[in-house]
């Protein structure tokens, strides 16, 4: 008979939600390069996106095989990834509605891993699989990772290509670049 770990098996539903998301922010409400051109990088594309996440989800995979592999506190790998992305929905997805009033790509999809994170405090921390000291660790390390993530498409990577390709290609009003498209 095989056991199943069920923590392990929303580790893996990160993994299956961030894809998801992905198809989310590639094809809704005109698709997340769309809008990070729009309203901060115009010179970020679809090869940029493509990369990051292929490098996201290889990152995944091996952060969630350690910890099937040799378990205690390799949890912690994992729970970054899952408090991470949640965090995101909220970093980056909801503020971006609220600010531009408008639906931002990956929003709804983000919401499973709010439902992830119920079911890793509800079946791994509350029984004691995840030790409180590396669930702090995960949720703090994911927060701080999905603030990280906030700021690179928004702040850092547009400081960075404006200081290569002059400032004169960027929006100079934030608040509408609508059609300030390069």
């Known amino acids: 008979m095989i056991s199943i770990d069920f923590l392990s098996l929303c580790f893996w539903g990160v993994l299956a939600a961030y894809l998801i998301h992905i ?3 590639t094809l809704m409400g005109g698709g997340f390069v769309q809008k990070v051109r729009e309203h901060w990088w115009p010179q970020y594309h679809s090869e940029m996106f493509f990369w990051f996440n292929a490098a996201v989800i290889l990152i995944i995979i091996i952060c ?6 040799f378990g205690g506190h390799w949890v ?3 729970l970054l990834w899952t408090f991470g992305r949640a965090f995101h929905v909220i970093t980056v997805h909801l503020w971006w509605s609220i600010r531009y009033r408008e639906y931002s790509p990956g ?3 983000g919401l ?27 949720v703090i390390g994911g927060f701080i990772g999905a603030l990280f993530l906030a700021f690179l498409p ?16 960027f929006p100079t ?10």
């Open 107 to 109: 929003l709804v999809t």
């Open 23 to 25: 198809v989310d922010e």
């Open 112 to 138: 499973l891993f709010w439902i992830l994170v119920y079911f890793v405090i509800r079946y791994g921390l509350r029984p004691g699989l995840i030790g409180r000291t590396d669930f702090l660790i995960g």
């Open 173 to 182: 009003n934030t608040a509408d670049t609508r059609n300030n498209r390069p």
């Open 76 to 78: 912690i790998l994992p």
């Open 64 to 69: 969630i095989g350690l910890y099937d592999l």
């Open 154 to 169: 928004t702040t850092i990577m547009p400081r960075i290509s404006r200081r290569r390709h002059g400032a004169s290609s």
